[in-house]
């Protein structure tokens, strides 16, 4: 007979050096094995949910969790050297499903269930900065390997890129909907409510122009 609850792991992540893996788990902890043993050498409790997202910071001295907590998303940031939590990052008043390191590793970005990404000042914990990004979840960011743009994506369907430092949004990819690109600037008898339904499956209304 096995265990009658045994740990669901719902993310993992490789540590730059590829020595260590890091895994959430939707008990609320955070392991870390040592890949070439098997052995595992860290078990980090302090999550008061399930956890949706690990990474690792650049230098491979901390890593970054997030998921859910008593009181909507949790982000934590650990010391890995000495098993200790560090950085509890406040004001995520939503589940967080996706968070990823800065180049420097001064900074943290986090996707959330409001569809916002925000940026993180690990120095003071306050956040930067935030801004829509998807309609729906955040479910993933990725940096580039220079550490100058993020990618994110939603359950909105695209993917968009970013600017890392600043946070403007640079460019759109997605599969086309069924309306891509079409205009519907000007079509008499569309409510504000259809106007919405197809701009949700790619339509785009350019505005009125003002006649006088």
């Known amino acids: 007979m096995g265990d009658e609850y045994a740990t669901r792991f719902l993310t993992v992540a490789w540590s730059p050096d590829g020595v260590h893996l890091a895994g959430g788990g939707d008990d609320g902890h955070v392991y870390v094995w040592d890949t070439a043993t098997g052995r595992l050498v860290q078990r980090l409790a302090g999550h008061h949910g399930a956890i949706n997202s690990v990474a690792w910071s650049p230098h491979r001295a901390q890593l970054a969790s997030a998921g859910s907590g008593s009181k909507g998303g949790e982000v934590l940031v650990w010391d890995i050297r000495r098993g200790v939590r560090v950085r509890s990052l406040d004001g995520q008043e939503r589940i967080v499903h996706a968070v990823t390191w800065g180049k420097n590793g001064d900074t943290l970005v986090s996707g959330s269930g409001d569809g916002k990404l925000r940026w993180w000042d690990l120095g003071s914990g306050e956040r930067s900065q935030e801004c829509d990004a998807h309609q729906g979840r955040v479910l993933s960011l990725r940096r580039n390997p220079e550490g ?32 891509e690109r079409l205009n519907i600037s000007g079509i008499r008898g569309l409510t504000e409510a259809k106007k919405e339904d197809l701009r949700m499956l790619g339509a785009i209304e350019e505005p009125s122009k003002l006649v006088g």
């Open 148 to 179: 100058t743009r993020l990618a994110s994506c939603g359950d909105d369907g695209a993917v968009h890129l970013w600017d890392q430092g600043s946070g403007e949004r640079l460019q759109t990819l997605r599969q086309d909907r069924p309306y």
